[in-house]
């Protein structure tokens, strides 16, 4: 029978090579992901979320020092396939992504139309005339006019250059598109239209999202899922509504608590110290130093509790109810 989860993460990590040491940034990190699903990653600056797209991707730095673990996808394994193998089968084809910065993207002395063609050329074997129809199809979907085409990448604005970006990511249909930061060096009403953009995609095509983002007030109209990352960990794994309504592990809420409120008088909330180096992280509780709920049970490990209404979270707090 097929598998119905689309990818299954498991003991996922990526250590990289340092002159202080080994760097820790993905370290055992586990979940899933359903067709049609959007999952929004969150956590602080350094806390391994690009590190993890990486992974996912296959984008590997020179300087790995461990690659490890399982990525199903649509049960197919893919860390134990070769680079050739995941390039041919798998990049574009079956997962796509949109990095930070389009501009780095896209290839300045290549017309965006060429660019955004070429992944169906290239993986479906498609013919330049029709790969080319293909790509004004989804330029339109995506907003872009379609005389841009024949662009080159410096003549259209970072929005424009962004879109052109998504639709690049979506011509081959892929499984899953991987969006790191996609509207970060945006300004603010560009950023909103680009979130809108997605909410529209993701209702037209059949396609699963994973977006990475510091921007939690906007990603939580997108989100059907949110993943907490924090020091190269997951703690925290929630459908949507319940997060945004009532997230459970001590990080998430102050996570929350961060994001300023626009109809409230609260003031947002600033989480004091500095997340652990991930050279020698605790071994204990990764977030214990700054969590005011802390108890001696914090210097051991917790492990990831599924909480009884199917949250998982990885934190002492929840032990008895997990159990019970
Ligand atoms: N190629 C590399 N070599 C050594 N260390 C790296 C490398 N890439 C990332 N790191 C380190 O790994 C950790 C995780 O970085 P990563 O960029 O994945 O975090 P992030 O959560 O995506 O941060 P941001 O939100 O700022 O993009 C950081 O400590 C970073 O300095």
């Given at each position: ?78 860390i ?17 992504m ?80 991987i ?21 529209r ?54 996570l ?18 500095q ?17 005011p709920?802390?108890f ?29």
């Open positions: 029978m097929p598998e119905k989860t689309l990818l299954r993460v498991e003991d996922l990590k990526l250590y990289f090579r340092a002159t202080r040491g080994v760097v820790q940034a993905v370290d055992g990190v586990y979940f899933t992901l359903n067709p049609n699903e959007a999952m929004v990653i969150i956590g602080e600056s350094g806390c391994g979320k690009s590190s993890m797209a990486k992974a996912l991707l296959r984008l590997l730095p020179r300087n790995v020092h461990t690659y490890s673990g399982k990525v199903f996808l649509n049960g197919t394994e893919l134990s396939m070769s680079d050739e193998e995941y390039r041919q089968q798998i990049r574009w084809l079956k997962i796509s949109v990095p930070q910065a389009a501009m780095n993207a896209l290839n300045p002395v290549l017309r965006v139309g060429d660019q955004v063609a070429e992944p169906m050329m290239v993986h479906h074997g498609v013919r330049k005339e029709e790969a080319l129809v293909q790509a004004a199809n989804m330029f339109q979907r995506v907003g872009v006019p379609v005389d841009f085409l024949t662009r080159y990448p410096f003549e259209l604005s970072g929005g424009m250059r962004q879109r052109a970006a998504i639709a690049m990511a979506l011509v081959t249909a892929p499984d899953l598109v969006l790191d930061e996609p509207t970060s060096a945006l300004d603010v009403l560009t950023q909103a239209n680009i979130m809108n953009l997605l909410k995609i993701k209702k037209e095509i059949a396609t699963s999202f994973i977006l990475i983002t510091h921007d939690i007030a906007t990603s939580s109209e997108l989100a059907d899922r949110v993943g907490v990352m924090y020091a190269g960990q997951m703690v925290e794994l929630s459908d949507a509504h319940r997060f945004f309504t009532a997230p459970l592990h001590p990080y998430s809420q102050k929350m608590a961060s994001v300023p409120k626009l109809r409230s008088t609260v003031e947002p909330e600033f989480i004091t110290g997340p652990p180096s991930l050279i020698n992280p605790p071994t204990g509780c990764r977030f214990a130093a700054r969590c709920l802390r001696e049970k914090c210097d051991q490990d917790p492990p990831m509790f599924q909480h009884p209404d199917g949250r998982q979270v990885k934190c002492w707090l929840y032990e008895k109810e997990a159990r019970s």
